[in-house]
């Protein structure tokens, strides 16, 4: 008795969201099989696959059925989420897998069906004669009736919930949940931590824009490294100007900006330039007028 309610239960149809992320699932999957396959040929010729890319890809397809549907009968993405497929043409009310036919014919369709397509579309691009043409317009016309009856399908499904593709209504098989759906315990303290940091990090990302960054380092650098007013000498101006008060090291085009310490052009221009309220690191004056060094100091007494 409790077999066959479990039975009952494993055939209960499957909610139209799960059945679509099964289909993502699989492309993901594809993606995945196919970006790993080609990494391996990085090193060889560029376009050592591109004759043979529809026969490769339809091998790899090949083997992915081989381990999924005719083994398991499910795919990957079924498997992820406790879904697999039923053979919907049997009456028995119990799970019934899928025949050999059924498989066969998944095989054909899915695989068969889109090397066809990447076949055709090489065969016939660069060839221009009347019966070719001809053959590639009923070929396009036939690909477009398909895909019409694909989104016919996808608008019952949406309202039916049942053969998500049309190889499925057209095959007759059905997805359903492996064993019964138990009530999920979810928890919300790891969702409440995400979330928070979520909010955390948008509002760094709008804050960090508004700081102007390098005037808080000088500031930082004023603090950290005060320096008193020194007199005004010969030796101790020559001692100043040998640096400069930005990058540390000697002042190129020296220029100063009011105060007793001297810049390289380049650096109080650039730093004045991105900030209209620049002050000097050392002493924190203000810029009042950018004028180029008039004190003279001969090469000879600042290397002294």
């Known amino acids: 008795m409790a077999s066959s309610i479990g039975n009952e239960k494993s055939v209960n149809p499957v909610l139209r969201i799960s059945q679509l992320d099964a289909l993502e699932l699989n492309k993901a999957l594809e993606q995945l099989v196919w970006s790993q396959f080609t990494s391996c040929f990085h090193g060889f010729k560029p376009g050592v696959l591109a004759h043979i890319e529809p026969e ?3 091998f790899l397809w090949l083997l992915l059925w081989r381990f999924t549907i005719y083994s398991k009968n499910a795919t990957v993405g079924q498997a992820i989420l406790n879904i697999q497929y ?3 043409l049997s009456q028995a009310e119990k799970y019934q897998p899928l025949s050999k036919h059924q498989k066969l014919w998944y095989l054909i369709f899915t695989v068969g069906g889109r090397w066809l397509e990447e076949r055709c579309y090489d065969l016939f691009s660069n060839r221009q004669l009347q019966s070719i043409s001809k053959i590639k317009h009923y070929i396009n016309f036939g690909a477009g009736l398909l895909k019409l009856c694909g989104l016919v399908n996808f608008l019952i499904f949406l309202q039916k919930g049942t053969f998500a593709t049309l190889t499925e209504r057209i095959l007759g098989i059905r997805s359903v949940f492996c064993k019964p759906q138990s009530v999920r315990q979810v928890g919300f303290e790891y969702m409440n931590r995400e979330l928070l940091w979520h909010g955390f990090a948008e509002f760094l990302i709008y804050l960090l824009p508004l700081i102007n960054v390098q005037k808080l380092k ?3 650098c004023s603090w950290c490294f005060p320096i008193a007013n020194l007199p005004n000498s010969d030796k101790t ?3 100043q100007y040998k640096v400069c008060s930005l990058c ?5 085009m020296p220029h100063t900006i009011g105060c007793s310490h001297v810049f390289c052009y380049y650096c109080i221009k650039s730093n004045y330039l991105f900030d209209m309220y620049f002050t ?3 002493c924190g004056s ?9 004190y003279k100091i001969e090469m ?5």
């Open 56 to 58: 490769v890809k339809a």
């Open 86 to 88: 039923k053979n919907n």
């Open 218 to 220: 000088l500031k930082i």
């Open 237 to 239: 101006l020559a001692t």
């Open 248 to 252: 540390g090291e000697w002042p190129t």
């Open 280 to 282: 000097c690191p050392k």
């Open 286 to 294: 203000e810029v009042h007028s950018l004028q180029p060094l008039k």
């Open 300 to 304: 000879t007494e600042l290397h002294v």
